[in-house]
């Protein structure tokens, strides 16, 4: 049974920064990409960034571009570095995994099967 396990969440003043980690246990991944979503009260749960095992630039939302790094490694795990978060950032970030291949990134949560529990994020102003 593959899980994914999130960590490094937390309380920070805008303009700060945080590192989220995750890893996946079960299995490793040669295929497919490995990312990070988020939700917020009464919104939908929404892509964040994400980056394929078979090599390539990830991908960004631009809501995040240029603040957000996100690296995958060792064919488990992946981290996301937030810089100058923005009250608007706060949410639950979630790790997600997909073993499928598809012609791009998808930015869509149901084309990954894989889902950890979730870490909050807040950002103060």
């Known amino acids: 049974q593959v899980q994914l396990a999130e960590s490094g969440g937390g309380l920070v003043q805008a303009g700060g920064s945080l590192r989220l980690s995750c890893a996946a246990s079960?299995?490793?991944?040669?295929?497919?990409?490995m990312g990070w979503f988020r939700q917020a009260p009464g919104r939908e749960r929404e892509f964040v960034a994400a980056?394929?095992?078979?090599?390539?630039?990830p991908r960004y939302a631009d809501s995040v571009q240029g603040r957000f790094t996100i690296s995958i490694y060792n064919a488990k795990n992946t981290e996301l570095q937030m810089n100058s978060l923005k009250p608007e950032d706060t949410a639950v970030y979630y790790c997600?995994?997909?073993?499928?291949?598809?012609?791009?990134?998808?930015?869509?949560?149901?084309?990954?099967?894989?889902w950890g529990q979730g870490t909050q994020v807040t950002v103060s102003s």
């Open positions: 980056s394929r095992w078979s090599g390539g630039s």
């Open positions: 079960g299995r490793t991944f040669s295929s497919g990409a």
């Open positions: 997600a995994a997909t073993s499928a291949s598809y012609a791009g990134i998808s930015t869509w949560p149901t084309t990954y099967e894989y």
